[in-house]
């Protein structure tokens, strides 16, 4: 999404991916009681509303992760197709450390906010749905770039915006009448990827 510099980088921990995974079980417990309260599954010609959690990683010279919360609304026209559009925001940033030709960088990256627009592609299997998305993701997001030592202070920020093609694989199981819950797997950018878990309602 942004301009490459290059780096060596770490991986992700277990502590970062436990906290994320705890997370995105407690928001989507939270928006399941709330789902409670309506009264319709997702029917051809229904529409529906669904929030979910994103664990995102940035491939740059680190790999960033930037987590995000994305609402999303959609309109089902048959059994095996959904138009939908999705509103997102950054829940905060990421610093990593990297080298440019063995000199010490940091770097920061915070995304901002994000809008998409994709056909679902749906096979109905029973209770669950197994889809596969297509569309086109714009989003923004800042990055600062400083020097460490033993080099010279520095420091640059850049604000950058992006649109790409996008796709994505995907499930949800109906666990009520009206409330489905799902696991998503998105390739929003070339170098950006997020791994999701949410819930939905009909109405």
Not at 61 to 87: C, H, K, N, P
Not at 97 to 106: A, C, K, L, Y
Not at 154 to 178: C, F, H, M
Request: charged share 20%; aromatic share 12%; hydrophobic share 40%.
């Amino acid at each position: 999404m942004a301009e490459t510099i290059s780096a060596n980088t770490g991986d992700r921990t277990m502590a970062t991916t436990t906290a994320r995974l705890g997370l995105a079980a407690l928001l989507t417990t939270g928006v399941f009681a709330l789902g409670l309260q309506a009264t319709h599954a997702k029917d051809p010609g229904s529409l529906y509303a669904g929030l979910q959690f994103s664990a995102a990683t940035l491939e740059d010279e680190a790999d960033f992760e930037l987590d995000a919360l994305i609402g999303r609304f959609g309109y089902v026209f048959s059994d095996t197709l959904r138009i939908e559009a999705r509103l997102g925001t950054g829940l905060g940033d990421d610093t990593q450390d990297f080298t440019i030709n063995g000199s010490p960088f940091r770097g920061t990256y915070s995304l901002d906010n994000f809008a998409g627009a994709y056909s679902l592609f749906t096979l109905p299997v029973d209770r669950a749905v197994f889809y596969a998305a297509a569309g086109f993701t714009s989003a923004s997001a800042d990055v600062t770039v400083e020097t460490r030592p033993p080099l010279m202070p520095g420091r640059a920020t850049e604000s950058a915006s992006e649109t790409s093609g996008s796709w994505g694989l995907g499930v949800e199981y109906q666990i009520a009448d009206n409330v489905w819950i799902g696991g998503e797997y998105m390739r929003y950018f070339s170098d950006l990827d997020a791994l999701s878990l949410g819930v939905s309602v009909g109405f």
